[in-house]
């Protein structure tokens, strides 16, 4: 996650509330997810960006995820996203990310 999408999420967590901000991930695989969970978390692990020590603790989803797949309608989805759900692990994305979740928000 590169040091301008680090600023635009903490500025919008601070106009907004980070309990009003929910972040969706398209990482390619479980490595990135992870990193980029960890980092709209508890803060950038790498201490480079502007999310160094600060802990957003914002939601963080991945686009493949059930949950946030069904809020879109079917033929937008598949236009948009269903290559990329057949071509990647999706299990172990979703897998990674649920992981996250529950290791940096006690969720």
Request: include cysteine; proline fraction near 4%.
């Amino acid at each position: 996650m590169d040091q301008v999408v680090q600023e635009k999420l903490k500025q919008a967590a601070e106009k907004y509330g980070n309990e009003n901000v929910i972040v969706i991930l398209g990482s390619p695989d479980e490595d990135s997810a992870d990193i980029f969970a960890e980092t709209v978390t508890v803060g950038d692990p790498t201490y480079a960006g502007p999310l160094a020590g600060i802990a957003l603790g914002l939601s963080v989803y991945h686009i493949l995820e059930d949950e946030i797949k069904d809020q879109f309608p079917e033929e937008i989805y598949q236009d948009q996203i269903g290559l990329m759900e057949l071509s990647l692990d999706k299990e172990s994305i979703c897998n990674a990310i649920e992981q996250a979740r529950e290791k940096f928000l006690n969720v």
